[in-house]
């Protein structure tokens, strides 16, 4: 038998690669939903930014600048951008955000949303419009329609390299990701599950949009699952859809809050004489909540809210509930169906705002003192008799603060003897220290006993 040596070649026609090795022959088919929408796929590369920013942390004793590199998904022909919050927060110094073009504009954080890792900037859109620069504008897909399998990209700068495409499957698109460290110790991921795909995401990925084979975006990539391969995740376009808009209009995402930690009932449901899939357990009960104030209590079952019946068996079913609840008006009435023993009860419920219980921070560098205001959230869990005072965060070696006897995690709760309200105080106290240098009595808190600490000059 003859055989002919071809030489090597490649050529494209009628939408296949034709790769000619020697005598071998290979013919593979291109992705041609993706070729079909290239024109789509184009202006959404050139939609994705990279985000610098410098920002101040409060840790040690002192304030200090950090930077930090992600990316970003204009979304809006006036400018908005769409990243991450762990990209960007209201400590932020500096925003510089790098277009397709290359060239570099200012940005400003418009909104921050910590519970879904979501932050709203705006583009500087006088300089944009003084420098002639242009760009264009990703519009969203629908995350729903997702389907476990189907193909997706993921852009953005990682590593600050710019725009980078990465191809991957959507491994699942309803994902509990219970392991989140959160975000400079604020709680995230609550309220949504998440899309899973293998896609690569690295860091520097952060905030750019996962998108579908038209461009559309699906997602904002968010994290990856460290010590393992191909496990990215990204917030759903549906989660996205609704904070951008809220962000957009007021700068936060308010939402109600009744202090449950619920659990799932999962290989518990005869230990509570329950059907499968009815009700969802509660863990616990914040102390001084509203919950608690309603008379609610850890191993009650709620069997429905406002007569929605409610199905907590698995995991990924808790964060819609948590959504639901936390998505009533403020100060709503809910109506609560619970199976306690073998006695069902109707109590009612008021929400509150729900708060972070991470404060405001703020460093007093000459006492060598970084301290966070104490919330509402942070005083119940530690059942403090209010929210008034400031925790200490860190304090500087060899510092009055740190040869006072401060310590991380210490509440300071009066100055001289004084209430100390909160924060704004503080700083006033701190002004006038060095026009009366008189050493500073503080009383602080830790693990419900009290103690007393001198503050010399």
């Known amino acids: 038998m003859l055989v002919k040596m071809l030489p090597p070649s490649i050529m494209l026609k009628k939408g296949k690669l034709i790769v000619g090795l020697g005598f071998l022959v290979i013919s593979l088919s291109l992705d041609s939903s993706f070729a079909r929408a290239g024109s789509s796929f184009d202006r959404l590369l050139q939609a994705v930014v990279r985000i610098d920013v410098r920002e101040t942390t409060f840790a040690g004793g002192s304030a200090r600048l950090v930077s930090g590199v992600g990316s970003g998904v204009i979304m809006s022909r006036d400018g908005l951008v769409m990243t991450n919050a762990h990209v960007v927060s209201p400590q932020a110094v500096d925003i510089w955000v790098t277009l397709a073009s290359l060239e570099r504009v200012r940005a400003e954080l ?24 242009g760009f264009s504008v990703a519009r969203f897909g629908r995350s729903d329609s997702l389907k476990p399998g189907q193909t997706v990209y993921a852009v953005g700068t990682p590593h600050g390299l710019s725009r980078t495409v990465t191809k991957g499957i959507i491994s699942n698109k309803e994902r509990y990701y219970h392991d989140l460290s959160g975000i400079r110790g604020y709680e995230t991921g609550f309220f949504n ?13 952060s905030g750019g949009p996962l998108v579908d084979s038209a461009g559309r975006v699906v997602g904002i990539n968010t994290r990856t699952y460290l010590g393992a391969d191909n496990l990215g995740f990204a917030i759903p376009e549906k989660t996205a859809r609704q904070v951008m808009e809220a962000l957009e209009e007021q700068g936060e995402v308010e939402r109600s809050y009744i202090g449950l930690s619920p659990g799932f009932l999962q290989d518990m449901e005869g230990f509570y004489s329950l059907e499968a899939n009815q009700g969802m357990l509660i863990n616990s009960v914040d102390p001084g909540s509203p919950a608690a104030l ?10 429905s809210i406002d007569g929605r019946k409610l199905d907590g068996r698995f995991p990924e079913q808790i964060p819609p509930i948590r ?14 169906e619970l199976k306690r023993g073998d006695s069902t009860l109707s109590l009612s419920v008021e929400t509150e705002r729900l708060e972070s219980r991470v404060g405001e921070e703020w460093a007093f560098e000459k006492w060598g003192l970084t301290v966070r205001e104490v919330s509402r959230t942070f005083a119940r869990e530690l059942q403090l008799e209010s929210d ?15 040869k006072a006897g401060l310590r991380r995690g210490d509440v300071i709760s009066k100055v001289n003897q004084s209430e100390l309200v909160g ?3 503080l700083k006033e106290i701190y ?12 009383e602080t808190q830790r693990n419900r006993t009290v103690s007393y600490k001198v503050i010399k000059p």
Do not use: C
């Open 294 to 303: 309603a008379g609610i209590r850890a191993s009650d079952i709620v069997l």
């Open 423 to 425: 924060l704004e105080e």
């Open 323 to 336: 959504n639901l609840i936390a998505s009533y008006p403020i100060g709503s009435t809910l109506t609560f």
């Open 431 to 442: 002004e006038n220290f060095d026009s009366n240098p008189d050493a500073l009595l503080m």
């Open 193 to 205: 599950t998440w899309l899973q795909t293998d896609a690569a995401i690295n860091p520097g990925n």
């Open 110 to 133: 418009l909104g921050w949303d910590h519970w879904t890792d979501l932050a709203l900037l705006r583009l500087d859109m006088r300089d944009i419009e003084e420098r002639k620069l």
């Open 388 to 402: 008034d005072g400031v925790v200490v965060i860190g304090t500087q070696s060899a510092f009055p603060a740190e």
